[in-house]
T-cell receptor, first 112, second 114 residues
Framework: QKEVEQNSGPLSVPEGAIASLNCTYSDRGSQSFFWYRQYSGKSPELIMFIYSNGDKEDGRFTAQLNKASQYVSLLIRDSQPSDSATYLCAVTTASGTYKYIFGTGTRLKVLA | DTAVSQTPKYLVTQMGNDKSIKCEQNLGHDTMYWYKQDSKKFLKIMFSYNNKELIINETVPNRFSPKSPDKAHLNLHINSLELGDSAVYFC?????????????FGPGTRLTVT
């Protein structure tokens, strides 16, 4: 079983819709959770991080964490074509403070 | 000012050669990382240094040798390059000591081995 799993996509949504990106992780003791956006040919860019169960909102982005279900998601409201990118979920392990495990990413396409 | 910088941006070389990639950060972070991103876009950690001390070495062939002369720099030297080493290599940095600190990535170095 992969440590951090994401659906590779592509996930296609129309402009203005809500895009929902999901991530599951296997280490129950994982502590911190991050969402990165990566445009083609560019480096990963941090969008949000979340540590506690529940929702965290930042502009059009909402991260949701459910540690009991080992599940973290990212909602993008009012999706724009400029949101089209690969979204990477990253988790820090419980065993150490310096290791971040990335998922394989979900490719999002927002259709104009 | 660029927060995390890498040189070179592109590197094309032949099998068997030795090459180095340099990374510098001006964020005041104490932890730096090297990641490899393959053609399927999977981002995998290779090494992590905290205050110049090697913390993580993820079963990387010993042809890869990282060196951290100080907290702001982390270089990667690769000996006897192989075709399978072709990938994009990203440097990143963060504050260490707590798992909650976010990482910031450099622009990447695209290595092509022919």
């Amino acid at each position: 079983q992969k440590e951090v799993e994401q659906n590779s996509g592509p996930l296609s949504v129309p402009e203005g819709a809500i895009a929902s990106l999901n991530c599951t992780y296997s280490d129950r003791g994982s502590q911190s959770f991050f969402w990165y956006r990566q445009y083609s040919g560019k480096s990963p860019e941090l969008i949000m991080f979340i540590y506690s169960n529940g929702d965290k909102e930042d502009g059009r982005f909402t991260a949701q964490l459910n540690k009991a279900s080992q599940y973290v998601s990212l909602l993008i409201r009012d999706s724009q074509p400029s949101d089209s990118a690969t979204y990477l979920c990253a988790v820090t392990t419980a065993s150490g403070t310096y290791k971040y495990i990335f998922g394989t990413g979900t490719r999002l396409k927002v259709l104009a | 000012d660029t927060a995390v910088s890498q040189t070179p941006k592109y590197l094309v070389t032949q099998m068997g050669n030795d090459k180095s990639i340099k990374c510098e950060q001006n964020l005041g972070h104490d932890t730096m990382y090297w990641y490899k991103q393959d053609s399927k876009k999977f981002l995998k950690i290779m090494f992590s240094y905290n205050n110049k001390e090697l913390i993580i070495n993820e079963t990387v062939p010993n042809r890869f040798s990282p060196k951290s002369p100080d907290k702001a720099h982390l270089n990667l030297h690769i000996n006897s390059l192989e075709l399978g080493d072709s990938a994009v290599y990203f440097c990143a940095s963060s504050f260490g000591g707590r798992s909650s600190y976010e990482q910031y990535f450099g622009p990447g170095t695209r290595l092509t081995v022919t």
